[in-house]
């Protein structure tokens, strides 16, 4: 008889007695020590432990108990708040920000170049300046500010791929990228690149891609702002200015008509302005490039500008035609004596006060640039003294004419661009000087236009009181006056 096969279920009941290992931990917690018990021993363990361990054991966030009650159950004490770190003060004794310190090299000047100017004495190489009234400038840290300035350090590799686009971009957005690459590019700005962002690149290269030449009336009719901070006297010349803003084009041979006379004027075609709305200017310079600074040339840009209403001279030296004939000397052919080669020496202002060229230099700038309603002299404050002297003339003496010339002024920026550092007595002993003298000249255009003229707002530094209150201060101005 064959034998039964027999099959084991694959799905068994679970046993109804636990496994041994069960049981043994079953058995275990039925001998588990009252409550009270685990915490005696938790007190004597504490007790026993080191003063260091107490903070470990307890809670971060352990709520406080009163003495009585923490002396019943032998708790020991809390231990005491770690002690606050002391808030760390900058230069000036204002807060810095949270975390690490910065770098040395990020303080010391003679090894970065993005150093803070907190505390530049006049000597320094760079001062404050303020931007045009008006002008678009993207917010610190936006998408638009972190673009421009990439591409204003990295200008070499953008004005070559993007060549054939920069110019179509919007008018505001051209007028701040030339500002950015004025001020951040390390050579500054040219007259190429300015020709490049504002006019497009060449007719040659605009051809070979069979590319119109654009209209520069109707390209730059939105763009009132040219803020060049920085690139006078170092990439970017007065004369070069001029003649990129102003082009003069003279006719095709092919297309000049045969005159009827040899003495008839060869026809001329009007000058194309490159920006025909041009009212906002910027020519500030840095005090390092002071050497390269032309009046001459001014003069001569000014001529031309004859509706520009702001303008900003930041930095510019004291205004002369020969700066670099100061010392020079010519000697008489008929007397024999030696006479100063330029109308300025050394001395004219320091000892013998003597600002007569300065003087006409400003009053030719005031006639072509009668429009003015905004000017920004800022960091000039060794010439103050020139917008308010009288000049010696053949038969009389002539002053800037505030009433007429400069009549329409309304904001005339006198500041030093230097942050006043008051343990310095030699540098506040110079800012107070140069207060003093825009104090003078404010009062002396008051009293030219008394009424005839419109309102004027100069502005100054604002120093420290404990410096203001001084005897020499008032002594001063009254000198002054």
Same mark, same amino acid.
């Given at each position: 008889?064959?034998?039964?096969?027999?099959?084991?279920?694959?799905?068994?009941?679970?046993?109804?007695?636990?496994?041994?290992?069960?049981?043994?931990?079953?058995? /275990?917690?039925?001998?588990?020590?009252?409550?009270?018990?685990?915490?005696?021993?938790?007190?004597?363990?504490?007790?026993?432990?080191?003063?260091?361990?107490?903070?470990?054991?307890?809670?971060?966030?352990?709520?406080?108990?009163?003495?009585?009650?923490?002396?019943?159950?032998?708790?020991?004490?809390?231990?005491?708040?770690?002690?606050?770190?002391?808030?760390?003060?900058?230069?000036?004794?204002?807060?810095?920000?949270?975390?690490?310190?910065?770098?040395?090299?990020?303080?010391?000047?003679?090894?970065?170049?993005?150093?803070?100017? /907190?505390?530049?004495?006049?000597?320094?190489?760079?001062?404050?300046?303020?931007?045009?009234?008006? %002008?678009?400038?993207?917010?610190?840290?936006?998408?638009?500010?972190?673009?421009?300035?990439?591409? %204003?350090?990295?200008?070499?590799?953008?004005?070559?791929?993007?060549?054939?686009?920069?110019?179509?971009?919007?008018?505001?957005?051209?007028?701040?990228?030339?500002?950015?690459?004025?001020?951040?590019?390390?050579?500054?700005?040219?007259?190429?690149?300015?020709?490049?962002?504002?006019?497009?690149?060449?007719?040659?290269?605009?051809?070979?891609?069979?590319?119109?030449?654009?209209?520069?009336?109707?390209?730059?009719?939105?763009?009132?702002?040219?803020?060049?901070?920085?690139?006078?006297?170092?990439?970017?010349?007065?004369?070069?200015?001029?003649?990129?803003?102003?082009?003069?084009?003279?006719?095709?041979?092919?297309?000049?008509?045969?005159?009827?006379?040899?003495?008839?004027?060869?026809?001329?075609?009007?000058?194309?302005?490159?920006?025909?709305?041009?009212?906002?200017?910027?020519? %500030?310079?840095?005090?390092?490039?002071?050497?390269?600074?032309?009046?001459?040339?001014?003069?001569?840009?000014?001529?031309?500008?004859?509706?520009?209403?702001?303008?900003?001279?930041?930095?510019?030296?004291?205004?002369?035609?020969?700066?670099?004939?100061?010392?020079?000397?010519?000697?008489?052919?008929?007397?024999?004596? %030696?006479?100063?080669?330029?109308?300025?020496?050394?001395?004219?202002?320091?000892?013998?006060?003597?600002?007569?060229?300065?003087?006409?230099?400003?009053?030719?700038?005031?006639? /072509?640039?009668?429009?003015?309603?905004?000017?920004?002299?800022?960091?000039?404050?060794?010439?103050?003294?020139?917008?308010?002297?009288?000049?010696?003339?053949?038969?009389?003496?002539?002053?800037?004419?505030?009433?007429?010339?400069?009549?329409?002024?309304?904001?005339?920026?006198?500041?030093?661009?230097?942050?006043?550092?008051?343990?310095?007595?030699?540098?506040?002993?110079?800012?107070?000087?140069?207060?003093?003298? /825009?104090?003078?000249?404010?009062?002396?255009?008051?009293?030219?236009?008394?009424?005839?003229?419109?309102?004027?707002?100069?502005?100054?530094?604002?120093?420290?009181?404990?410096?203001?209150?001084?005897?020499?201060?008032?002594?001063?101005?009254?000198?002054?006056?």
């Amino acid at each position: 008889m064959p034998k039964k096969k027999r099959y084991q279920s694959q799905y068994a009941k679970p046993p109804s007695t636990a496994p041994p290992s069960l049981s043994l931990s079953r058995g /275990a917690s039925s001998q588990t020590n009252p409550v009270n018990d685990i915490l005696s021993d938790l007190r004597r363990s504490n007790l026993n432990s080191a003063g260091a361990s107490h903070a470990s054991l307890l809670p971060q966030n352990a709520p406080s108990v009163p003495p009585a009650i923490r002396h019943i159950f032998q708790i020991p004490d809390t231990p005491a708040p770690a002690p606050r770190r002391p808030q760390r003060r900058g230069p000036n004794g204002r807060r810095v920000p949270p975390g690490p310190p910065p770098p040395r090299s990020w303080l010391a000047l003679s090894q970065s170049r993005h150093a803070p100017s /907190a505390h530049q004495h006049p000597a320094a190489s760079h001062i404050q300046n303020w931007p045009l009234p008006g %002008a678009y400038y993207p917010d610190d840290g936006s998408l638009v500010d972190i673009t421009l300035r990439h591409m %204003a350090t990295d200008w070499v590799t953008q004005r070559d791929w993007n060549r054939f686009y920069l110019y179509t971009l919007s008018g505001g957005m051209r007028s701040a990228l030339l500002h950015y690459v004025s001020t951040l590019h390390e050579d500054g700005i040219s007259a190429a690149d300015i020709r490049l962002v504002l006019g497009g690149p060449p007719e040659s290269e605009l051809a070979e891609y069979e590319l119109e030449k654009p209209d520069v009336n109707k390209l730059n009719k939105d763009i009132f702002h040219l803020d060049l901070t920085g690139s006078i006297g170092k990439s970017l010349s007065l004369k070069s200015l001029t003649d990129l803003l102003f082009v003069t084009t003279r006719q095709q041979q092919g297309e000049v008509e045969v005159q009827d006379s040899w003495d008839a004027p060869e026809l001329i075609s009007e000058p194309t302005k490159l920006l025909p709305n041009l009212t906002h200017l910027s020519l %500030a310079m840095s005090p390092n490039s002071t050497s390269s600074a032309s009046w001459k040339q001014l003069l001569t840009l000014a001529s031309k500008l004859p509706t520009l209403t702001h303008l900003n001279l930041s930095g510019w030296p004291a205004p002369s035609l020969t700066p670099n004939a100061m010392a020079a000397k010519v000697v008489s052919p008929v007397t024999g004596r %030696a006479a100063n080669y330029g109308a300025t020496n050394h001395y004219s202002h320091i000892l013998d006060d003597d600002w007569s060229e300065a003087v006409l230099i400003l009053r030719k700038l005031s006639k /072509a640039l009668y429009s003015l309603v905004y000017l920004d002299l800022t960091g000039c404050g060794d010439w103050f003294p020139a917008l308010r002297k009288e000049a010696e003339g053949e038969s009389s003496t002539s002053s800037v004419d505030w009433a007429s010339d400069w009549g329409k002024i309304e904001v005339l920026r006198l500041c030093s661009g230097y942050v006043a550092d008051p343990d310095s007595t030699a540098h506040l002993s110079r800012l107070w000087d140069w207060k003093r003298q /825009a104090v003078v000249v404010e009062k002396n255009i008051r009293s030219q236009r008394a009424g005839r003229g419109r309102f004027i707002t100069v502005e100054m530094d604002k120093l420290p009181d404990l410096v203001e209150s001084p005897v020499g201060v008032n002594a001063g101005l009254a000198h002054n006056a």
